[in-house]
């Protein structure tokens, strides 16, 4: 069973994500298929500003909630941005990346999670 704490930081990235007017949010619950992490978070962007500012809000609004990114990759090409915080792992692509390496089909084994799931437990 997924910690909340999981939960509670894959809920932050989601709203950071939308917040930046992310195209196609995708919550892919992976923690039983992978040891790699809980959750994946997959958004696209349409140009290489709106990608590296969707990074951005998610990385503030996860450090103003206590949590730390332990690594970042591609943020100089911002094709696709990979953000490692340990029990989530949010990837921002840009259209023709997010085709091209289609991670929901490579994870397909995971369970897809709606914005509603991830806070129907909050309350």
């Known amino acids: 069973m997924t910690d909340k704490k999981a939960k509670d930081m894959a809920g932050i990235a989601y709203r950071a994500l939308d917040d930046k007017k992310a195209e196609d949010i995708r919550v892919i619950n992976i923690e039983k298929v992978s040891v ?11 140009n290489r500003n709106q990608v590296q500012a969707m990074a951005d ?5 996860l450090h103003k909630a206590g ?3 332990k690594q ?3 943020y100089q090409t911002a094709n696709w941005i990979l953000m490692d915080y340990g029990d989530i792992i949010v990837h921002i ?13 490579i994870w397909r084994d ?3 999670i709606s914005l509603e799931d991830l806070e129907e437990e909050k309350v």
């Not at 809000?57 to 609004?61: A, G, I």
């Not at 840009?94 to 089909?105: K, Q």
């Open 36 to 46: 790699l992490a809980d959750y994946f978070l997959i958004a696209s962007g349409t």
């Open 110 to 112: 995971g369970e897809s």
């Open 67 to 69: 949590y730390t990114v």
């Open 57 to 61: 809000n998610v990385d503030e609004m």
């Open 72 to 74: 970042i990759e591609g």
């Open 93 to 105: 692509f840009d259209r023709e990346n997010r085709l091209f390496y289609d991670l929901e089909r």
